[in-house]
T-cell receptor, first 114, second 109 residues
């Protein structure tokens, strides 16, 4: 079956603009995660969904970042008033049920804020 | 101090060499330990997943966990140019993965 799909693969935007990043998890996976990976660093946790609800959003850096998963499948990460420091690769992962499950990653969206 | 420390490399070895990659960690609550491989402009791909102290082998890869020393290792035997990638260690904090910064490996033909 298909893996985790993320669109777009690349996004270039200007400082101050709004962006949406989309994640399609593996079918049947109830848990979904967003991570952010800066150049030369490992991924850093942003938010964890169990079904439709955000079970832990403690990694979101500030209130410009928001994520939704309205039907328990596709998720969208939304960033308002983008800043140059938001430039990074945003990775989505999914797992079967959550705690201590293997997480499968998408290829990521490379966001560049000019 | 980061919860997970990993030497960034780069590590350059000739084809056929044995490669040793390592991470140390500070949180004794970590129970699950993983190694991911990440090719350039791709997402992390799981290589090894271990729970307890000891060794786990899968083909050319061996993962080793020493919880008493808070130290994990990945060994790659008979390394191939196709193994050239960034290797990330990761630890499971319930559902949240805590990653090292990754080690870049280059296997020269």
């Amino acid at each position: 079956g298909a893996g985790v799909s993320q669109t777009p693969s690349n996004k270039v935007t200007e400082k101050g603009k709004y962006v949406e990043l989309r994640c399609d998890p593996i079918s049947g996976h109830t848990a979904l995660y967003w991570y952010r990976q800066s150049l030369g660093q490992g991924p850093e946790f942003l938010i964890y969904f169990q079904g439709t609800g955000a079970a832990d959003d403690s990694g979101l850096p500030n209130d410009r970042f928001f994520a939704v998963r309205p039907e328990g499948s596709v998720s969208t990460l939304k960033i308002q008033r983008t800043e140059r420091g938001d430039s990074a690769v945003y990775l989505c992962a999914s797992s079967i049920s959550g705690t201590s499950d293997i997480q499968y990653f998408g290829a990521g969206t490379r966001l560049s804020v000019l | 101090q980061k919860e997970v420390e990993q030497d960034p490399g780069p590590l350059s070895v000739p084809e056929g060499a044995i490669v040793s990659l390592n991470c140390t960690y500070s949180n004794s609550a970590f129970q699950y330990f993983m190694w991911y491989r990440q090719y350039s402009r791709k997402g992390p791909e799981l290589l090894m997943y271990t729970y307890s102290s000891g060794n786990k082998e899968d083909g050319r890869f061996t993962a080793q966990v020493d919880k008493s020393s808070k130290y994990i290792s990945l060994f790659i035997r008979d390394s191939q140019p196709s193994d050239s990638a960034t290797y990330l260690c990761a630890m499971d904090s319930s559902y949240k993965l805590i990653f090292g910064s990754g080690t870049r490996l280059l296997v020269r033909p």
